[in-house]
């Protein structure tokens, strides 16, 4: 079933793609405001579309790599592809050279898998402690959420989506070697490797106090266990130390993510998250920043909550606080919120056993209201926000 549901949810999302593709406009050359490698025409359809935005440097590092050095103007560091993470163009470079296909096409076979993945992940987690119906809803809203599109494009949140959840599918089962290994592949996918290494962190230390109180205090915690926090802890800062030495720039990651208007301040303190901004906006950002948080808290600290699980609870608690705290406002937040999963069902309650039926028809119309908002929240961000309708500079970024 949760196949199903993400089977159904892309192929609507393929054909929101396809509709939008239809009123792209011709992306032909760079701006600061929007990198091309593949110049599409207008009108370009499906194709044409799938690499728009950070696809397009994504596209770069799998036909062309990285660069050898930063490059800069003026002292300057420009906009460069050490800013990206590297799995996702590797993997579809694989795919390229053994299939013959072209970059969009393989970014979204990779994308897709492991889309299919997470649905798969996200179920299982659940369903170790809830029924089947908040489980399926659970996988239902995260796939029609604003941004699940991005699920199938060249971005990578499909495949981080995917290692986190297999990682705190592997925490729950206490494989930590499949701990270990998820987070390193995290630590070249996105930079959300920190919200996974203090999960992991609060989740060990949690059973090793359980397990030396009910063991006297002489129970030590397995090796494995503890291998798996220092490697979410490496995975940390395993692609700024890689872009460190490839560059011979100690701080090449964060000057190559300053390059973007967006992040400017990384290096120098002046840069402020979403819940303190130093300008106007700071009352309008703070204030969002915490009916953001507060919402969180309220789904995740429900006492019926506690049926997920102390791991998906945990990162369900601080993957958004992690968001909120560590980027700007902007756009680009309803994006990488994605990762957090869980909470987009915020009604995590199993249906009573003596349920009547005016209360199964209840929680089954407020499902399809979650669903329906979800699904025009997806219209408006593919045709409004990804699709290109004019000069990238005027309009919003992903």
């Known amino acids: 079933m949760p196949l199903a549901i993400f089977v159904v949810a892309r192929l609507v999302d393929f054909a929101l793609l396809g509709l939008g593709g239809r009123s792209q406009a011709a992306l032909t050359s760079s701006s600061p405001a929007y990198h091309v490698f593949s110049p599409t025409p207008s009108s370009p359809g499906l194709l044409g579309i799938l690499a728009n935005w950070d696809g397009q440097w994504y596209e770069q590092i799998a036909l062309s790599g990285y660069p050898s050095s930063l490059p800069t103007a003026?002292?300057?560091?420009?906009?460069?592809?050490?800013?990206?993470?590297?799995?996702?163009?590797?993997?579809?470079?694989?795919l390229m050279g053994s299939l013959g296909i072209g970059f969009p096409v393989a970014a979204v076979t990779v994308n897709l898998c492991a889309g299919a993945v997470a649905s798969v992940a996200l179920h299982r987690l659940l369903r170790d402690g809830v029924s089947s119906f908040p489980a399926l809803a659970a996988v239902l809203t995260l796939n029609a959420y604003a941004a699940s599109p991005v699920l199938q494009v060249a971005y990578p949140e499909a495949l981080a989506l995917a290692l986190v959840l297999l990682a705190l599918l592997a925490l729950r089962r206490r494989r930590y070697v499949m701990v270990s290994v998820a987070a390193i592949a995290l630590g070249l996918t996105r930079p959300i490797s920190l919200p996974l290494a203090i999960v992991v962190t609060v989740v060990v230390a949690s059973r090793a106090r359980s397990t030396a109180g009910s063991s006297g205090g002489h129970r030590q915690t397995p090796r494995s266990a503890v291998?798996?926090?220092?490697?979410?802890?490496?995975?940390?800062?395993?692609?700024?130390?890689?872009?460190?030495?490839?560059?011979?720039?100690?701080?090449?990651y964060l000057r190559a993510q300053e390059a973007w208007p967006v992040n400017r301040g990384l290096l120098d303190h002046r840069w402020t998250s979403w819940l303190w901004q130093g300008d106007a906006t700071t009352l309008k950002s703070a204030l969002v920043g915490v009916i953001a948080v507060g919402a969180v808290l309220a789904v995740a600290l429900r006492p019926s909550a506690r049926r997920w699980g102390a791991e998906?609870?945990?990162?369900?608690?601080?993957?958004p606080l992690f968001v909120l705290l560590a980027t700007r406002p902007g756009p680009s937040v309803v994006r990488l919120m994605l990762p957090a999963a869980v909470i987009f069902w915020p009604f995590p309650e199993d249906p009573a056993r003596d349920e009547s039926r005016a209360a199964r028809h209840v929680r089954r119309t407020l499902l399809g209201v979650v669903v329906g908002l979800g699904l025009v929240w997806q219209y408006l961000w593919v045709t409004g926000i990804f699709i290109v309708h004019g000069s990238p500079a005027e309009q919003l970024y992903p």
Not at 76 to 93: H, M
Not at 227 to 250: D, F, H, K, N, Q
Not at 312 to 319: K, N, Q
């Open 74 to 94: 003026h002292g300057i560091v420009g906009q460069n592809a050490w800013a990206f993470y590297p799995a996702l163009p590797v993997v579809c470079r694989a």
């Open 312 to 319: 998906l609870r945990t990162w369900a608690l601080v993957y």
């Open 227 to 252: 291998s798996a926090v220092v490697a979410c802890w490496v995975a940390v800062v395993l692609w700024p130390t890689i872009t460190a030495i490839a560059t011979r720039t100690p701080t090449a």
